[in-house]
């Protein structure tokens, strides 16, 4: 079992910047694939970003990438995504996922809000 807790989502202007963290419970946080999605009013959940639990490697949807870095340090088992040049249309409820290996996403935090005003 992997409990999932989110922070730093909040008020920003349209340009600026926020770093949402995930604090992962467990022993195997290396063993997991993290991921972060997102979920707009009156629209459906969507992939945001992933870090691998093997090889580093990362994924990033097309809106995002370019503006959105995420990183994992498997020692204080968190996950991290660092939103920069934020647009109104990155407002969203924030949500961090786990799933071991390759097996697909299994584990959900509770999210976070991040809203962006022109």
């Known amino acids: 079992q992997v409990h999932l807790v989110e922070s730093g989502g909040g008020l920003v202007q349209a340009g600026g910047s926020l770093r949402l963290s995930c604090a992962a419970s467990?022993?195997?946080?290396?063993?997991?694939?993290m991921g972060w999605f997102r979920q707009a009013p009156g629209k459906e959940r969507e992939f945001v970003s992933a870090?691998?639990?093997?090889?580093?490697?990362?994924y990033y949807a097309d809106s995002v990438k370019g503006r959105f870095t995420i990183s994992r340090d498997n020692a204080k088992n968190t996950v991290y995504l660092q939103m920069n040049s934020l647009e109104p249309e990155d407002t969203a409820v924030y949500y961090c996922?786990?799933?071991?290996?390759?097996?697909?996403?299994?584990?959900w935090g509770q999210g976070t809000q991040v809203t962006v005003s022109s």
């Open positions: 996922a786990a799933g071991y290996r390759s097996a697909g996403y299994n584990y």
């Open positions: 467990g022993r195997t946080f290396s063993s997991y694939t």
């Open positions: 870090f691998s639990w093997s090889g580093g490697e990362t």
